[in-house]
């Protein structure tokens, strides 16, 4: 005998079956009532948003679901559809799960009628798309990144559809060509018409045939923008489709190079014009060899008839003769001046770069020149600095530098006039000398060319020199790793400014420009404790100190005194002779490593022994520096600044 109802067992296990799969799938089933209330959750829902049946029955969705970045006016559109009744299809948003992690939910909603059509509930299937999302979130940010690289490099693409003709351009070839237009499509022939005329046929002739022949395709040409601009681009292009059955697209990248091509020229006609100025250098040199040997021979001969022959000529020819010789002096000073000039600029002259103190080599400009200053009645003065300036050049050149400067605005400056000569700080790593005057001025249409060979400043049809001085003068300038520049106004002077290296990094410290800084930073730091047993080396030490009140120099003749005086004073630092009576050098400064209270005192060795071997021995016995005599005032005042400046090592060995 069967089953009494059979209908009802087989609805039973339907139910039973479809009560498996709704707790078993991986989607969200929800189900609420007509007020849009939970009803019932399956398991899946509260494993992803971490709410139970129990926590959230009777709540609508909305209230715990949507988050800070839940779009609203997306929540808007899903509650108006389901107020209308309309079933909801692949509707995407982002939720919150219970412990306020967003997530991404595609959902599908189905309203449940009953059979009056009213309806009773609202079943709602939800997918977990966070992951894709992700995906597609970072694939438009990094489209956007591509998109902004593209724009900063000038860099656009295009694809054209062999078939249909139509070239899509992306944005930033509508950009190049000056259009307002976004990314979009274009014809084959519109862009071929955005060639430069002059271009147009060599550009449609190599593409035509790197299509034809399934080439890649490269080019660099000008096109002739919407605005009426010409611009450079370079194109570089490959051929997809086709040999796979696939639509035939010729994908073209672009490149706006135009800044590019415009650094080309100016580098090429920058070339051209060294070049230029190197075969004029060197025709010049060639000449000035050339003409050195006659030159000097006129200006020894007539040397030689006006010393013999000078009882047996008239008047006229002696005075005739002294031209001759005058004539040939100016003329050997001109070849030699062109040697100077081209050399400096064939950088084959040789600069013995050192620490010079700047003041006293315009002090010895300005003696030198002080006669002619004197026949013109003119005041030339140095104008100190408060404190020491060091800088970095080859003396001599520097000297030969001032003697220009300083000898034209003594040659330019009217009687009674005046030129200050100022070594300065420039408040960075350079130091500078100004050469200041109050003459007459130089026009603005003169500056720019007033440092080129052979340019002179004429006035009423005359010119004064060769026009090499100031050339001359800034090559020595530039070749000592510094330059010259002048500023001027009409009626009221002019200023050349020499810029030179202060010292390096290392030593940029010891340049006294900060001096009376630096003495009013550290008050009674300055104390030095100098270990010599020769006098004369001693009272030279204390000469170089006089004008430095901020250095208290306290001198020792034995190992055994200066270990005693370096107990009580504390010394900043300690200058010790490698030779003294009772003990070396080397055995001195181990002696004070080893002390608890003066380890951290740096030790200076100053020796007149400067071998190699020495050095080295001295600087692993514990030396902090190894200074040779003899030494210049300034080098040795900026050395001692530099090591005052430092603060103590920890050790030093």
Same mark, same amino acid.
């Given at each position: 005998?069967?089953?009494?109802?059979?209908?009802?067992?087989?609805?039973?296990?339907?139910?039973?079956?479809?009560?498996?799969?709704?707790?078993?799938?991986?989607?969200?089933?929800?189900?609420?009532?007509?007020?849009?209330?939970?009803?019932?959750?399956?398991?899946?829902?509260?494993?992803?948003?971490?709410?139970?049946?129990?926590?959230?029955?009777?709540?609508?969705?909305?209230?715990?679901?949507?988050?800070?970045?839940?779009?609203?006016?997306?929540?808007?559109?899903?509650?108006?559809?389901?107020?209308?009744?309309?079933?909801?299809?692949?509707?995407?948003?982002?939720?919150?799960?219970?412990?306020?992690?967003?997530?991404?939910?595609?959902?599908?909603?189905?309203?449940?009628?009953?059979?009056?059509?009213?309806?009773? #509930?609202?079943?709602?299937?939800?997918?977990?798309?966070?992951?894709?999302?992700?995906?597609?979130?970072?694939?438009?940010?990094?489209?956007?990144?591509?998109?902004?690289?593209?724009?900063?490099?000038?860099?656009?693409?295009?694809?054209?559809?062999?078939?249909?003709?139509?070239?899509?351009?992306?944005?930033?070839?509508?950009?190049?060509?000056?259009?307002?237009?976004?990314?979009?499509?274009?014809?084959?022939?519109?862009?071929?018409?955005?060639?430069?005329?002059?271009?147009?046929?060599?550009?449609?002739?190599?593409?035509?045939?790197?299509?034809?022949?399934?080439?890649?395709? #490269?080019?660099?040409?000008?096109?002739?923008?919407?605005?009426?601009?010409?611009?450079?681009?370079?194109?570089?292009?490959?051929?997809?489709?086709?040999?796979?059955?696939?639509?035939?697209?010729?994908?073209?990248?672009?490149?706006?190079?135009?800044?590019?091509?415009?650094?080309?020229?100016?580098?090429?006609?920058?070339?051209?014009?060294?070049?230029?100025?190197?075969?004029?250098?060197?025709?010049?040199?060639?000449?000035?060899?050339?003409?050195?040997?006659?030159?000097?021979?006129?200006?020894?001969?007539?040397?030689?008839?006006?010393?013999?022959?000078?009882?047996?000529?008239? #008047?006229?020819?002696?005075?005739?003769?002294?031209?001759?010789?005058?004539?040939?002096?100016?003329?050997?000073?001109?070849?030699?001046?062109?040697?100077?000039?081209?050399?400096?600029?064939?950088?084959?002259?040789?600069?013995?770069?050192?620490?010079?103190?700047?003041?006293?080599?315009?002090?010895?400009?300005?003696?030198?020149?002080?006669?002619?200053?004197?026949?013109?009645?003119?005041?030339?003065?140095?104008?100190?600095?408060?404190?020491?300036?060091?800088?970095?050049?080859?003396?001599?050149?520097?000297?030969?530098?001032?003697?220009?400067?300083?000898?034209?605005?003594?040659?330019?400056?009217?009687?009674?006039?005046?030129?200050?000569?100022?070594?300065?700080?420039?408040?960075?790593?350079?130091?500078?000398?100004?050469?200041?005057?109050?003459?007459?001025?130089?026009?603005?249409?003169?500056?720019?060319?007033?440092?080129?060979?052979?340019?002179?400043?004429?006035?009423?049809?005359?010119?004064?020199?060769?026009?090499?001085?100031?050339?001359?003068?800034?090559?020595?300038?530039?070749?000592?790793?510094?330059?010259?520049?002048?500023?001027?106004?009409?009626?009221?002077?002019?200023?050349?400014?020499?810029?030179?290296?202060?010292?390096?990094?290392?030593?940029?410290?010891?340049?006294?420009?900060?001096?009376?800084?630096?003495?009013?930073?550290?008050?009674?730091?300055?104390?030095?404790?100098?270990?010599?047993?020769?006098?004369?080396?001693?009272?030279?030490?204390?000469?170089?100190?006089?004008?430095?009140?901020?250095?208290?120099?306290?001198?020792?003749?034995?190992?055994?005194?200066?270990?005693?005086?370096?107990?009580?004073?504390?010394?900043?630092?300690?200058?010790?002779?490698?030779?003294?009576?009772?003990?070396?050098?080397?055995?001195?400064?181990?002696?004070?490593?080893?002390?608890?209270?003066?380890?951290?005192?740096?030790?200076?060795?100053?020796?007149?022994?400067?071998?190699?071997?020495?050095?080295?021995?001295?600087?692993?016995?514990?030396?902090?520096?190894?200074?040779?005599?003899?030494?210049?005032?300034?080098?040795?005042?900026?050395?001692?600044?530099?090591?005052?400046?430092?603060?103590?090592?920890?050790?030093?060995?």
């Amino acid at each position: 005998m069967g089953p009494l109802n059979p209908g009802r067992n087989a609805r039973d296990e339907y139910f039973r079956r479809l009560e498996l799969v709704v707790d078993n799938t991986t989607n969200m089933v929800v189900v609420t009532n007509a007020a849009r209330e939970i009803v019932w959750v399956n398991a899946a829902y509260s494993i992803v948003t971490g709410w139970t049946l129990e926590e959230v029955r009777g709540r609508n969705p909305r209230s715990f679901l949507h988050g800070p970045r839940t779009d609203p006016r997306a929540a808007s559109r899903l509650g108006a559809m389901l107020r209308t009744g309309e079933p909801v299809r692949d509707f995407e948003m982002l939720n919150y799960t219970k412990s306020g992690k967003p997530y991404w939910v595609s959902l599908t909603i189905q309203p449940v009628r009953s059979k009056l059509g009213k309806i009773t #509930e609202y079943v709602a299937i939800q997918t977990d798309i966070t992951e894709r999302k992700r995906r597609e979130i970072e694939r438009e940010r990094l489209l956007r990144r591509i998109g902004e690289a593209q724009r900063i490099a000038r860099l656009g693409y295009m694809e054209h559809d062999l078939t249909t003709g139509t070239v899509h351009c992306s944005a930033e070839i509508f950009r190049i060509l000056d259009s307002d237009r976004g990314e979009g499509d274009e014809t084959y022939e519109t862009l071929m018409a955005s060639a430069h005329p002059e271009d147009v046929a060599l550009v449609r002739e190599r593409y035509e045939r790197a299509v034809n022949e399934g080439l890649p395709y #490269e080019s660099e040409h000008r096109v002739l923008t919407k605005a009426g601009r010409v611009k450079w681009v370079r194109l570089a292009g490959v051929l997809e489709g086709w040999d796979d059955g696939t639509p035939a697209l010729y994908r073209i990248a672009v490149q706006d190079i135009t800044e590019h091509k415009k650094a080309e020229q100016v580098t090429r006609e920058k070339d051209l014009l060294e070049q230029a100025a190197r075969t004029q250098m060197e025709l010049l040199s060639r000449i000035s060899h050339e003409l050195r040997t006659p030159l000097h021979a006129v200006h020894g001969f007539a040397e030689m008839v006006e010393r013999q022959e000078a009882g047996r000529l008239s #008047e006229g020819s002696s005075a005739h003769l002294r031209r001759i010789r005058d004539s040939s002096r100016h003329l050997v000073a001109l070849v030699n001046d062109i040697l100077d000039l081209t050399s400096a600029q064939d950088r084959e002259l040789h600069f013995d770069v050192r620490p010079v103190d700047l003041t006293e080599v315009a002090t010895e400009v300005v003696k030198l020149l002080e006669p002619l200053a004197l026949e013109r009645r003119i005041r030339v003065e140095v104008v100190p600095p408060h404190a020491v300036i060091v800088g970095r050049a080859d003396r001599q050149r520097l000297a030969q530098v001032l003697v220009n400067l300083v000898g034209n605005a003594i040659k330019y400056s009217g009687e009674g006039g005046r030129i200050a000569v100022r070594p300065r700080c420039t408040g960075g790593p350079l130091v500078a000398i100004d050469v200041q005057d109050d003459g007459p001025g130089i026009a603005p249409e003169h500056l720019a060319r007033l440092f080129e060979p052979f340019y002179r400043i004429r006035e009423g049809g005359s010119a004064e020199g060769s026009g090499l001085g100031l050339a001359i003068a800034k090559s020595l300038a530039v070749g000592m790793g510094g330059d010259i520049s002048v500023e001027s106004t009409i009626g009221e002077g002019s200023t050349f400014t020499v810029t030179l290296p202060g010292l390096q990094p290392a030593e940029l410290r010891s340049n006294t420009c900060a001096g009376d800084e630096r003495a009013a930073r550290r008050p009674g730091a300055g104390v030095v404790l100098y270990v010599e047993d020769n006098e004369f080396n001693r009272l030279l030490v204390e000469s170089y100190l006089l004008d430095r009140p901020d250095i208290d120099l306290h001198c020792a003749s034995t190992g055994a005194a200066a270990m005693a005086a370096a107990r009580a004073l504390h010394p900043r630092l300690i200058l010790v002779d490698m030779h003294l009576p009772d003990t070396t050098g080397r055995d001195l400064v181990r002696r004070v490593l080893d002390d608890p209270d003066l380890r951290r005192t740096p030790c200076v060795a100053f020796s007149a022994d400067a071998g190699e071997a020495q050095v080295e021995a001295a600087i692993l016995a514990g030396f902090r520096e190894y200074l040779t005599k003899p030494i210049g005032r300034a080098e040795f005042l900026a050395t001692l600044d530099r090591l005052l400046s430092e603060e103590p090592l920890a050790t030093w060995m």
